[in-house]
């Protein structure tokens, strides 16, 4: 499927989401290429499989087209909306899987080829997200909820279902690993 | 000198920086995106339905033209039943005959007229 990335810039999302809702197909489009991409990053960032995150960037459209009639323009900001939604998905099917208490456990690294690995050329790239996946599930989490999410602690802490502590505690140790397995890559990184 | 631990965030905040940069150049499959726009194009659908069927409900709501007639008619024939009632029963007693024609007229119920020739019967 050949459609160019996002290719109406000038129009913003609420306009779209109000032509979606006067049953715009066209709409519906445009934001999908604008935000499915993002999603699906997340979400691949997030559970290490590449077929649960295009079920989680399915559902997280399909929680817009249902939001979308009482979307209030203005208002939240769609990608930021989009964001919370995908990584509260995510939160949810780790819990199901009880990946949230395998910190300790045998890494389960899923063997189909990471898509960062796929369209990530830069060997910095890929090198970052192998190490990113090498982490524990609540580590990662912790890691990109703040760094990609901007959240605070407590906002963390409050999304995860954990203390603040256990957050600060989970974000010193995932630093402290990230750090040391992107140690050689320092110098190309800052 | 430089804390550690402020070279290891600025390490990883730049580490996700590029991660964010290679994610845009991401491209969801063809399939997953012909399941969104299916999902899109259900959505729509399902409202045009739900609208469809709101407006046949508006619709069927409607009072008809016989619907008013028949109101009308049956309006005008319980008022009727209900004067001439007050008639007969004040006929039968002249007293209370004023009294039951404002009834009447004031209640257009028969039953107004009866309670009034009942207490006017009383009273005699």
Same mark, same amino acid.
């Given at each position: 499927?050949?459609?160019?990335?996002?290719?109406?810039?000038?129009?913003?999302?609420?306009? %779209? !989401?109000?032509?979606?809702?006067?049953?715009?197909?066209?709409?519906?489009?445009?934001?999908?290429?604008?935000?499915?991409?993002? !999603?699906?990053?997340?979400? +691949?960032?997030?559970?290490?499989?590449?077929?649960?995150?295009?079920?989680?960037?399915?559902?997280?459209?399909?929680?817009?087209?249902?939001?979308?009639?009482?979307?209030?323009?203005?208002? &939240?900001?769609?990608?930021?909306?989009?964001?919370?939604?995908?990584?509260?998905?995510?939160?949810?099917?780790?819990?199901? &899987?009880?990946?949230?208490?395998?910190?300790?456990?045998?890494?389960?690294?899923?063997?189909?080829?990471?898509?960062?690995?796929?369209?990530?050329?830069?060997?910095?790239?890929?090198?970052? &997200? +192998?190490?990113?996946?090498?982490?524990?599930?609540?580590?990662?989490?912790?890691?990109?909820?703040?760094? %990609?999410?901007?959240?605070? +602690?407590?906002? !963390?802490?409050?999304?995860?279902?954990?203390?603040?502590? &256990?957050?600060?505690?989970?974000?010193?140790?995932?630093?402290?690993? %990230?750090?040391? @397995?992107?140690?050689?890559?320092?110098? @190309?990184?800052? | 000198?430089?804390?550690?631990?402020?070279?290891?965030?600025?390490?990883?905040?730049?580490?996700?920086?590029?991660?964010?940069?290679?994610?845009?150049?991401?491209?969801?499959?063809?399939?997953?995106?012909?399941?969104?726009?299916?999902?899109? /194009?259900?959505?729509?659908?399902?409202?045009?339905?739900?609208?469809?069927?709101?407006?046949?409900?508006?619709?069927?709501?409607?009072?008809?033209?016989?619907?008013?007639?028949?109101?009308?008619?049956?309006?005008?024939?319980?008022?009727?039943?209900? /004067?001439? /009632?007050?008639?007969?029963?004040?006929?039968?007693?002249?007293?209370?005959?004023?009294?039951?024609?404002?009834?009447?007229?004031?209640?257009?119920?028969?039953?107004?007229?009866?309670?009034?020739?009942?207490?006017?019967?009383?009273?005699?």
């Amino acid at each position: 499927m050949h459609i160019a990335f996002d290719s109406d810039i000038s129009v913003d999302d609420d306009t %779209l !989401i109000t032509r979606f809702n006067a049953g715009d197909h066209a709409a519906a489009r445009l934001l999908t290429m604008r935000h499915a991409p993002r !999603i699906l990053a997340r979400a +691949n960032r997030m559970l290490r499989n590449s077929a649960e995150a295009e079920d989680v960037t399915q559902e997280a459209m399909m929680r817009l087209w249902k939001t979308a009639a009482t979307w209030e323009p203005g208002g &939240a900001k769609l990608s930021t909306w989009l964001h919370r939604v995908t990584t509260n998905l995510c939160i949810d099917r780790m819990r199901r &899987a009880q990946s949230l208490d395998l910190e300790a456990a045998p890494e389960q690294i899923d063997d189909r080829p990471h898509a960062a690995d796929v369209l990530q050329s830069a060997d910095v790239s890929r090198h970052i &997200a +192998n190490a990113l996946d090498k982490l524990p599930d609540r580590q990662r989490m912790a890691l990109t909820l703040r760094f %990609l999410d901007d959240l605070t +602690n407590p906002e !963390i802490a409050e999304m995860m279902e954990l203390s603040v502590d &256990a957050v600060e505690s989970l974000l010193a140790r995932g630093k402290r690993s %990230l750090a040391a @397995a992107l140690d050689a890559h320092r110098d @190309a990184l800052l | 000198m430089t804390d550690p631990k402020d070279t290891d965030n600025a390490l990883i905040a730049a580490a996700f920086q590029r991660l964010e940069t290679a994610d845009q150049e991401l491209v969801p499959s063809d399939q997953l995106l012909e399941r969104i726009f299916g999902d899109a /194009a259900e959505v729509i659908a399902e409202r045009n339905d739900a609208s469809v069927q709101d407006m046949s409900e508006v619709e069927a709501e409607k009072p008809s033209l016989f619907g008013w007639a028949y109101e009308v008619w049956a309006g005008v024939i319980a008022l009727t039943a209900a /004067a001439a /009632a007050g008639l007969f029963v004040g006929y039968l007693d002249p007293v209370g005959l004023g009294a039951l024609l404002m009834g009447t007229a004031a209640a257009e119920d028969g039953f107004s007229a009866v309670t009034v020739w009942l207490e006017g019967g009383s009273s005699l």
